[in-house]
């Protein structure tokens, strides 16, 4: 059984940074994808970016050139780095891992940017 877990959010304020990480227990033997998706207040949860099993990275144009994200294939983890945020980033964040057509989730993890 293939388990997520997110953690790293906070509070932070506008123009500043905070790295999310999403720790995976489990074998990911196999696995096409991994992600990282946000919910807003009131709105459906969006996708951020995806990084492939090769490292390659695409992101959604709100985050493009502000977020990046990366794996530590030792610890099993993915990172997502979030640098000069603005109010709009604020929600929860939640991490995805992609067998082809079967996906697991993290429980989320809250980040509120605010002055």
């Known amino acids: 059984q293939v388990q997520l877990v997110e953690s790293g959010g906070g509070l932070v304020q506008p123009g500043g940074s905070l790295r999310l990480s999403c720790t995976i227990s489990?074998?990911?033997?196999?696995?096409?994808?991994m992600a990282w998706y946000r919910q807003a207040p009131g709105k459906q949860r969006d996708y951020v970016g995806v990084?492939?099993?090769?490292?390659?990275?695409h992101f959604a144009d709100a985050v493009q050139g502000r977020f990046t994200i990366s794996r530590d294939t030792v610890k099993n983890t993915m990172y997502l780095q979030m640098n000069n945020v603005n109010p709009g980033d604020t929600g929860i964040y939640y991490c995805?891992?992609?067998?082809?057509?079967?996906?697991?989730w993290g429980q989320g993890t809250q980040v509120t940017v605010s002055s």
């Open positions: 995805d891992i992609a067998f082809n057509s079967v996906h697991y």
């Open positions: 990084i492939d099993t090769i490292g390659g990275t």
């Open positions: 489990g074998s990911i033997h196999g696995f096409t994808s």
